[in-house]
């Protein structure tokens, strides 16, 4: 069955870094997200992503973050300058319409601001 | 937005027996997912289930979109479930899901 892979599974990065977070949907998916988990909490959404552009994004996605899809495959998150409170699992979904279709998540990219 | 209620937030349970995770949403859904997230953080999706009735081995879940609830049931529990069982829902106005707090299952041996 076709999965959502995220590269790294860990990063650690100095608090001011910028850090790169990547995915690959599912291939022949158009809708793709990022979605956050700070230790012990539940799952937040960031931002949704179609047709090259974001549909939607919540009050956490300010302008230090951004996202890409820099080729026929890849959809990355951006974080500027990172803060201790980025610290965070961050997930990518992707789903094949908008309604009517489950989102796949990948595993994770688990973010430790140090 | 969409409101999102799991309960009970904790259950621990001995194994072999069964239990009721309960979800409840504030507004009409096009979508709701039902996830268990292992020890190592990742979420594993379990059902999709805006409506009706579905059974996937020693779990199932019924969701009565009309009254705006899902149930996720698991029988015979064993050590393995353990771990946070999230309900996620999507509104038809909404591309994001939204999920709730979470419960979270202990199986004793």
């Known amino acids: 069955e076709p999965e959502v892979t995220q590269t790294p599974s860990h990063q650690v990065t100095q608090m001011g870094q910028e850090v790169i977070l990547r995915c690959v949907p599912i291939s022949n998916h158009l809708y793709f997200y990022w979605y956050r988990q700070i230790l012990g909490q539940k799952v937040e959404f960031l931002v949704s992503?179609?047709?090259?552009?974001?549909?939607?994004k919540s009050e956490i996605f300010d302008d230090q973050f951004s996202v890409e899809r820099p080729d026929g495959s890849n959809f990355t998150l951006k974080i500027r300058s990172t803060k201790l409170e980025d610290s965070a699992m961050y997930f990518c979904?992707?789903?094949?319409?908008?309604?009517?279709?489950?989102?796949?998540f990948g595993d994770g990219t688990r973010l430790s601001i140090l | 937005g969409i409101q999102v209620e799991q309960s009970p937030p904790d259950l621990i349970l001995q194994e072999g027996a069964n239990s009721t995770l309960r979800c409840n949403f504030s507004d009409s859904v096009n979508n709701l997912q039902w996830f268990h997230q292992n020890p190592w953080g990742q979420l594993i999706n379990l059902f999709y289930?805006?409506?009706g009735t579905k059974q996937n081995g020693r779990l199932s879940a019924t969701t009565v979109a009309t009254e705006r609830y899902s149930l996720l049931y698991i029988s015979s529990s064993q050590t393995t479930d353990s771990g946070v069982y999230f309900c996620a829902v999507g509104p038809s106005y909404d591309y994001k899901l939204s999920f709730g707090a979470g419960t979270t299952v202990t199986v004793r041996a």
């Open positions: 979904a992707s789903s094949e319409n908008r309604v009517g279709q489950p989102q796949h």
């Open positions: 289930i805006p409506s």
């Open positions: 992503f179609y047709n090259n552009e974001i549909s939607e």
